[in-house]
C-alpha cells in the first residue's frame, strides 16, 4: 500500500510557474514507477509525465520542454516542475504510484493558469 498527497497546486498567471509536490508513504517508495496526471473539466484523465527508475522520462508531447518530473527517494517525493504554464494547463492534478497491477492515486490538486 502507498499512501500519496499532493500539494502546490494553486492560481497562476500565464507564462508562470509552479512546482508540484507528491509526498508518498507507505511501501518502498524507490520500487514503483510514478506519475503526473490531470484532468481538466470535461475531458478525460491523461498523462502529464512519467518517471521510471531514476533517469528514465516519458512526457505527454503538449508539456514537452515545460514540464519536469523529478524523484527524492531520500524524502519520499516526487515533483513536477512546471514553467511556461498556459490557460489550457488548467486541470487537477493527480499523483500515480505504480508497480506491477498495483497502482495508487492521490487526491488531486488544483492548478488554474489565468490571467
Known amino acids: 500500500q502507498v499512501q500519496l498527497v499532493e500539494s502546490g497546486g494553486g492560481l497562476v498567471q500565464p507564462g508562470g510557474s509552479l512546482r508540484l509536490s507528491c509526498a508518498a508513504s507507505?511501501?518502498?517508495?524507490?520500487?514503483?514507477?510514478m506519475a503526473w496526471y490531470r484532468q481538466a473539466p470535461g475531458k478525460q484523465r491523461e498523462l502529464v509525465a512519467r518517471?521510471?527508475?531514476?533517469?528514465?522520462?516519458d512526457y505527454a508531447d503538449t508539456v514537452k520542454g515545460r514540464f519536469a518530473i523529478s524523484r527524492d527517494n531520500a524524502k519520499n517525493t516526487v515533483y513536477l516542475q512546471m514553467n511556461k504554464l498556459t490557460p489550457q494547463d488548467t486541470a487537477v492534478y493527480y499523483c500515480n504510484a505504480a508497480r506491477g497491477e498495483d497502482s495508487y492515486w492521490g487526491q488531486g490538486t488544483q492548478v488554474t493558469v489565468s490571467s
Open positions: 518517471l521510471i527508475g531514476t533517469f528514465y522520462t
Open positions: 507507505g511501501s518502498p517508495f524507490s520500487i514503483y514507477t
